[in-house]
């Protein structure tokens, strides 16, 4: 393309030469001087005419050449916005300006990946953001700052940089916010890509003003929120390094202010995500350690203002966490004596405030968790009333907010796991009415196929309700009738169940349910 542009000039040029030779020829006299004084204006305006056409050619292959690149960097930006700044890098005439420059334009735009992806159109722009322009002076502050960021190379145009330090905290904050809403819906490598810059902010604002404890928590927070998305990944190893982190500025923080309740707040919060990440990584007792840490933090918190119900909720959880370890490493009469401490807590805050779904939902869980660890050691008698005090739980919480699909679902697990402990206990006709119930909110609740973690519940739900009838139809006091309903109940049951593993491709549990509808109907062939 430039050398038939270049042909095309020099075209262009000894034509208009000729013209003017052309021209010349009819006046200039014959004789020698006058000859010669003509052919000196003659070379001047050819010379006159090469340069102003080179000029003028120069100038458009500029113009041509600056759409060009245009036309690249928005094909680029637009077909993959999350990568443009590399299929840019070696376009020539391509100048680096600090990555400000770059976090400017990820905020703004259309062609913003921050903003699109995440949908909110409360996310707050760039536009909000101070800018001045680069001067050819280094400020020596910037240079540093710049270094600690990925390079943009931006091509035209003049470049900004962002060097207020509260808006560039504001940009690190939605960098945050953005990288935990990817998270949200499972984007997970894009969120640590917006939690990585988000760090690299809060790191250089932290070093610029090391004594004030609101950015340090910051840096801390955004330690624990990046170990959070990498733990989501499996990366338990980079997870623990930012969680240690974040803990030894915590710690830092409360040597110098022992008492500040959001530090050691915080500070439980974060040791509870160490003891996640040991307990995953097959550290049981590193995890039940870290948990210690954790309750004893927030039974402290909770001594000190006994009316917070924040605190409350907290240790509760601890206390949740705990004994879930403990079930794990099957220590189920001590996960058992947990739940106790736990369910006196949730208690307590259903009592401070009858008509919170939340404290419900923690005393509902309380009762199925307690029923279930009693049934794994055989007393079905004393699984009883906590799965009765769960049923009751879930019912006022249906009633306090109908319109959450998930608690007929969590309702319904709850009244199957009722009516498996009342066929036990030989209850049949409170088991058969638990099992009915149990099905017809089974049947009766929202169903979405695209999502696999409520697929797999409403398939374990069902599993659950069979069991109760294959409970039923093994009780010596059933009648022959009624043995026969309960097998047809329960291969029905399972059929469902089967049905919905299918759909998810899940062959493991799908071989185990066809294994007990066999049974089923071998029972029925008698």
Request: with cysteine; proline share 3%; charged share 30%.
């Amino acid at each position: 393309m430039a050398t038939e542009g270049k042909q095309s000039w020099i075209r262009d040029l000894f034509g208009q030469a000729r013209a003017i030779t052309d021209r010349a020829r009819k006046f200039i006299p014959q004789s020698k001087l006058g000859t010669a004084a003509t052919a000196a204006v003659l070379i001047g305006l050819i010379g006159g005419v090469i340069a102003t056409t080179w000029r003028a050619h120069r100038a458009e292959l500029a113009k041509t050449h600056a759409e060009n690149q245009f036309k690249v960097v928005h094909q680029a930006a637009r077909s993959d916005p999350s990568n443009y700044r590399a299929m840019i890098k070696d376009l020539p005439g391509a100048t680096r300006v600090s990555a400000q420059q770059s976090m400017r334009n990820e905020l703004t735009s259309d062609d913003n990946v921050a903003v699109s992806i995440s949908g909110n159109p409360d996310l707050p722009l760039a536009s909000t953001v101070a800018k001045e322009p680069v001067s050819d002076s280094t400020n020596p502050r910037e240079t540093r700052v710049a270094a600690n960021y990925e390079p943009f190379l931006y091509v035209g145009g003049s470049s900004v940089v962002i060097t207020d330090f509260q808006n560039r905290r504001d940009a690190a904050s939605r960098f945050r916010r953005t990288g935990n809403q990817l998270l949200g819906i499972g984007r997970v490598d894009e969120a640590i890509a917006q939690l990585e810059q988000a760090l690299t902010l809060y790191t250089d604002l932290a070093a610029e003003q090391p004594d004030q404890p609101d950015i340090q928590r910051d840096l801390a927070q955004i330690h624990n929120d990046l170990g959070k998305a990498l733990e989501t990944r499996g990366d338990f190893a980079a997870a623990l390094e930012h969680y240690e982190k974040a803990r030894a500025i915590y710690e830092k923080l409360l040597e110098d202010n022992p008492q500040d309740q959001t530090t050691r707040s915080a500070l439980s919060v974060t040791y509870d995500n160490i003891g996640r990440v040991e307990f995953q990584s097959g550290k049981a007792a590193q995890g039940l350690e870290n948990n210690e840490k954790v309750v004893a933090l927030r039974k402290a918190l909770l001594a000190e203002d006994p009316a917070n119900s924040d605190y409350r909720r907290m240790l509760a959880v601890s206390y949740q966490t705990r004994g879930n370890y403990l079930d794990a490493s099957k220590r189920t009469q001590d996960a058992l004596d947990t739940f106790r401490e736990k369910l006196a807590i949730d208690e307590q805050s259903v009592a401070a405030d009858p008509a919170s779904a939340q404290a419900l939902g923690g005393l509902a869980y309380s009762g199925k968790r307690m029923g279930d660890l009693s049934a794994d050691l055989a007393d079905y008698k004393g699984a009883l009333p906590y799965y009765q005090r769960a049923v009751e739980s879930y019912e006022r919480m249906r009633t306090l907010d109908p319109r959450d699909s998930s608690i007929p679902l969590q309702l319904s697990r709850a009244s199957a796991k009722l009516a498996k402990t009342q066929a036990r206990l030989g209850n049949i006709e409170a088991a058969r009415a638990a099992g009915r119930k149990a099905t017809d909110l089974l049947l009766a609740s929202a169903r979405d196929v695209n999502n696999e973690e409520q697929q797999r519940s409403r398939a374990s739900v069902f599993g659950e309700i069979a069991e109760a009838y294959v409970v039923l139809a093994g009780d010596e006091k059933t009648t022959s009738d009624l043995k026969t309903e309960s097998w047809r109940g329960a291969r029905d049951m399972y059929q469902r169940s089967l049905e919905i593993m299918k759909d998810l491709r899940d062959r493991d549990h799908a071989g185990e349910i066809e294994s007990k509808i066999a049974q089923c109907d071998e029972a029925l062939a008698f």
